[in-house]
T-cell receptor, first 119, second 115 residues
Framework: GAVVSQHPSWVICKSGTSVKIECRSL??????MFWYRQFPKQSLMLMAT?????????EQGVEKDKFLINHASLTLSTLTVTSAHPEDSSFYIC???????????????FGPGTRLTVL | AQSVSQHNHHVILSEAASLELGCNYS??????LFWYVQYPGQHLQLLLK??????LVKGIKGFEAEFIKSKFSFNLRKPSVQWSDTAEYFC?????????????FGPGTRLSVLP
């Protein structure tokens, strides 16, 4: 199947700093990417849907000014956690949707996740 | 709103026991259904999926699932589990919006297989 990578895989930062997480589709073009958050021993919660070249759509309760999403190209989306606090510590997972229009099969493929720890 | 429920939070089995994990969803329209597995410290992997056709779907590693539309269910089964099946299992439903398919995940079921 298609491969989605995330970088970094693990990041530790101080409270008040900003952290950028990258999500890349390595062998296909992704018109849409999704960002999820997974708390320990819980399921994935969709944070936002990111479309290439347009503003992201955030789920209810997700602060768009805190979680900045940029989908600059068909293979890259970034999530920036601004002014991070300990409660933002979590596992962030992206997925990328391959589009039939871009030669894909209209499926979603998940990245390996990024573990964020805010001290 | 669409939701997915999974019957068990934690299932403990001995090796060679049979497995069935329940999954129910609430959505009145056409759905695509998935089971994902997350091994400790690893990312989500697709076990199997149902889009249409035969409601009995076979996936990787000996897993299968049956879609019963009248019951809004998509239960996961395996006739004989192995210690290596110890993992978290997530049922997911896709719903469609302007951007294509969007996943709604169940809360997950932790499977522990004792050697």
């Amino acid at each position: 199947g298609a491969v989605v990578s995330q970088h970094p895989s693990w990041v530790i930062c101080k409270s008040g700093t900003s952290v950028k997480i990258e999500c890349r589709s390595l062998d296909f073009q992704a018109t849409t990417m999704f960002w999820y958050r997974q708390f320990p021993k819980q399921s994935l919660m969709l944070m936002a849907t990111s479309n290439e070249g347009s503003k992201a759509t955030y789920e209810q309760g997700v602060e768009k000014d805190k979680f900045l999403i940029n989908h600059a190209s068909l293979t890259l989306s970034t999530l920036t956690v601004t002014s991070a606090h300990p409660e933002d510590s979590s596992f962030y997972i992206c997925s990328a949707r391959s589009s039939p229009l871009a030669g894909g099969l209209d499926e979603q493929f998940f990245g390996p996740g990024t573990r964020l720890t805010v001290l | 709103a669409q939701s997915v429920s999974q019957h068990n939070h934690h299932v403990i089995l001995s090796e060679a026991a049979s497995l069935e994990l329940g999954c129910n969803y609430s959505y009145g329209g056409t759905v695509n259904l998935f089971w994902y597995v997350q091994y400790p410290g690893q990312h989500l992997q697709l076990l199997l999926k149902y889009f249409s056709g035969d409601p009995l779907v076979k996936g990787i590693k000996g897993f299968e699932a049956e879609f019963i539309k009248s019951k809004f269910s998509f239960n996961l089964r395996k006739p004989s589990v192995q210690w290596s099946d110890t993992a978290e299992y997530f049922c997911a439903v896709t719903v469609w919006n302007n951007y294509g398919q969007n996943f709604v995940f169940g809360p997950g079921t932790r499977l522990s297989v004792l050697p």
